[in-house]
């Protein structure tokens, strides 16, 4: 398959890969809302997504001892860019936040408050060819 038409087949993926980053969102509410199961985030990246890995397993661990959560829900505020970065991947620019949040023991009683995250600007590299698409990575958006 020639480069071009490579790419423009990676380019006809793009609606697919940000529906994979608000996949990822909705997965890690759901998360907080159930008491630590991530298996709807987790069917969004492989495991060489080292922040995906990373924030779900940071998320299942405020569950430890009985706690469970209230708000501290992840919003994809807007999708900024989306553009292939060769012909198996797409790289999907967003900007989220984070409302506040408690971690609440057994008890009712607040054990740790979260101020929450204002916008943030990240870069998602989603796998597209061969499929399933699946986020490989993301990062902390860096303007070049």
Known sequence: MPAETALTSADAQIPAAVQVVRAFFDGL???????????????????????????????????????????????LKSVDRSYPTDQTHVAIEITDYADPGQQVDSSGHVTREFSGAKPTRLVFYVTVNPGPLMIGAFFLHQPS
Do not use: M, Q
Request: overall charge negative.
């Open 29 to 75: 509410n759901y998360e907080i809302d159930n008491k630590g199961d991530e298996s709807r985030a987790a069917r969004t990246f492989n495991t060489e997504c080292s922040n995906c890995v990373a924030t779900v397993s940071k998320i299942h661990d405020l569950f430890v001892g009985g706690h469970s959560l209230r708000g501290g829900h992840y919003h």
